[in-house]
């Protein structure tokens, strides 16, 4: 009895190796989960649910095998992939979950999320989520044509990366009064997300009380699983099969 995590995988047809890792851990690793949590970022870039492409069918294949052979999965959104959308869940079988979402581990509650929204300090980044996340704005861009939009996106790329590369590492990490907050919101000691790239588990002690923060790692070099059970909890590494 365990259920898996996973986030920040950054699927593209660019990186085979990642995607074969992937493939093996949904025909191998989750196929005896009781659930498995993909926690935003599964794509480098989705750009809209009518994505015409072999891979992205490849993808959904994969989701939809697992789900028919009764392992439920639940996804909640990257800010790399905000745009998968109801058509990607019926097609998959997959449900799509709120941006903070509590669950129940095994009699422990937890509060599960991408875990951009804790980055409070990097505001050039909030902007921009929030521009991006307007429903207006989605709704025309959804209505746009894929190619046009595969230009689109290129751009904004470019000019995020750009951006980017000015940061500093502390910026671009989750702000520790934001954690707190949205564990205390939701009533919860332990919270699991990804996001940040840094593969960890924070103990935290506040008021003689004891929370947890587990962060998910990405799969750039390997893969990288969260398998928690009533008996406990642990980071795993995959190894790239090619
Ligand atoms: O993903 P990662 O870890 O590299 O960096 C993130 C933040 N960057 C982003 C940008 C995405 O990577 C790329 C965009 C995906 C677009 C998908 C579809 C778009 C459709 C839009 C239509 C509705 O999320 C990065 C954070 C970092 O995490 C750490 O938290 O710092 O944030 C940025 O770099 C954002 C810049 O700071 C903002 C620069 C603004 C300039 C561009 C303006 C374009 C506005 C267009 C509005 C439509
Ligand atoms: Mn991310």
């Known amino acids: 009895m365990h259920t898996l995590f996973i986030s920040d995988l950054h699927l593209t047809p660019k990186r085979p190796d990642i995607t074969d890792?992937?493939?093996?851990?949904?025909?191998?690793?989750?196929?005896?989960?009781?659930?498995?949590?993909?926690?935003?970022?599964?794509?480098?870039?989705?750009?809209?649910?009518?994505?015409?492409?072999?891979?992205?069918?490849?993808i959904k294949n994969e989701f939809k095998t697992?789900?028919?052979?009764?392992?439920?999965?639940?996804?909640?959104?990257?800010?790399?992939?905000?745009?998968v959308g109801k058509k990607f869940a019926k097609?998959?079988?997959?449900t799509l979950l709120d941006e903070e979402h509590v669950i129940d581990l095994y009699g422990?509650?937890?509060?599960?999320l991408h875990g951009d929204t804790l980055c409070t300090e990097d505001l050039r980044y909030l902007a921009f989520r929030e521009k991006v996340h307007k429903p207006w704005l989605q709704w025309v861009f959804n209505r746009l044509p894929f190619f046009i939009k595969t230009r689109i996106v290129r751009k904004i790329q470019t000019d995020t990366s750009n951006d980017k590369s000015n940061k500093s590492m502390?910026?671009?990490?989750?702000?520790?009064s934001e954690v707190l907050?949205?564990?205390?919101?939701?009533?919860?000691?332990?919270?699991?997300?990804?996001?940040?790239?840094?593969?960890?588990?924070?103990?935290?002690?506040?008021?003689?009380?004891?929370?947890?923060?587990?962060?998910?790692?990405?799969?750039?070099?390997?893969?990288?699983?969260?398998v928690y059970s009533k008996h406990g909890y642990q980071l795993q590494c995959k190894k790239f099969i090619s």
């Open 91 to 94: 097609q998959t079988g997959v």
């Open 170 to 176: 502390t910026i671009m990490d989750v702000t520790p």
């Open 181 to 226: 907050a949205v564990m205390n919101k939701h009533q919860v000691d332990t919270m699991i997300h990804g996001h940040t790239h840094r593969p960890n588990i924070h103990k935290i002690s506040t008021a003689g009380h004891e929370k947890t923060r587990i962060v998910l790692g990405d799969w750039y070099t390997q893969g990288s699983i969260l």
């Open 21 to 58: 890792c992937f493939i093996a851990f949904m025909r191998d690793d989750a196929t005896n989960a009781d659930a498995l949590y993909v926690l935003g970022d599964l794509f480098d870039f989705w750009i809209g649910d009518d994505d015409p492409t072999e891979f992205a069918q490849q």
């Open 108 to 112: 422990n509650k937890a509060v599960v």
């Open 66 to 83: 697992l789900v028919n052979q009764g392992v439920p999965v639940f996804f909640s959104h990257g800010n790399r992939d905000f745009l």
